[in-house]
């Protein structure tokens, strides 16, 4: 089944201006049989958005507009497509009583949610990691060197998979090896398989899934989806879920990077995984 479980929407503010509808009728002329639209959520409202932009999400005043806007699109393509109601929710370190009490807010209106790490802690310091490379190179800096930034980073995804917002968990992690965004300017000289296995292993005992995210393949430093084919095999493994997820910020972005994902792993869809609980 051709499910497309991360993808963004107007309402982002670092993304493209293409409508709801541009987005919904491109993945209808896809063969999807369903996608998950993964706004950004806003903010905890005490955390001052480090990217030098300030626009990594949307607001919260926006989010009423955004589920209704959802809820009427829902009904207009229910005979073309299956359209679920997301967030992509960041896991900020430091944050977790402020997005338990907006996940319990929001989670009447979900279907699907994505949990993802964007934003790592340094002296004290907050750093929006994948913003560009002059970001990253200034958090290696600040951490001594880009190893200690891979580790911190899976640090803190394990940290999200371990931390537990009860019932209104989060199921998906996002874009699990996004350190590697930037990777032909900063390549790695050593292993992170340690950090990896744990996280596999954390997520298989929890009966978490993880996003195939095909953005890492259109990224021009990364060249490759989140995670790696060798991480993908290994998540079969301990069969763990695969959820495809373009990330798409336009339209045109549904479906990238489908075309490298290895041939011996098998990809699920929300579809299934939420009639399956």
């Known amino acids: 089944m051709y499910f497309d479980g991360h993808v963004h929407t107007p309402f982002c503010p670092h993304g493209s201006t293409d ?84 996940l319990k807010e929001v989670w009447p209106e979900l279907d699907d949610a994505i949990l993802s790490v964007h934003f790592l802690k340094v002296k004290n310091n907050y750093f929006c990691m994948d913003y560009d490379e002059n970001v990253f190179r200034d958090l290696i800096e600040q951490s001594g060197s880009l190893s200690a930034v891979y580790s911190l980073y899976f640090q803190t995804v394990k940290k999200s998979i371990t931390h537990s917002f009860g019932k209104y968990q989060p199921r998906r992690i996002g874009h699990m090896t996004l350190a590697k965004k930037f990777q032909s300017l900063f390549p790695t000289d050593f292993s992170y398989n340690n950090e990896v296995e744990e996280i596999l292993t954390v997520l298989s005992d929890r009966n ?18 989140y995670p790696s084919n060798w991480i993908i095999k290994e998540a079969q493994k301990r069969k763990i879920p695969l959820v495809y997820g373009s990330d798409a910020h336009s ?14 792993a098998t990809l699920t869809s929300p579809l299934l995984l939420n009639r399956a609980e």
């Open 19 to 102: 409508t709801f509808e541009m987005y919904i009728e491109r993945a209808i002329s896809l063969g999807m049989k369903g996608m998950t639209f993964t706004e950004h959520a806003p903010l905890p409202q005490t955390f001052v958005d480090p990217a030098p932009t300030k626009d990594s999400s949307m607001t919260h005043e926006q989010l009423g507009k955004y589920f209704d806007t959802l809820r009427e699109l829902k009904k207009y393509y229910r005979s073309k497509i299956e359209i679920f109601t997301g967030l992509e929710v960041d896991f900020i370190d430091g944050y977790e009583e402020e997005t338990n009490t907006f």
């Open 208 to 225: 978490m899934y993880l996003d195939y995210n095909g953005a890492g393949a259109v990224k021009p430093y990364c060249l490759e989806p």
């Open 251 to 264: 339209a045109k972005g549904l479906g990238q990077g489908l075309d490298q994902f290895v041939s011996t």
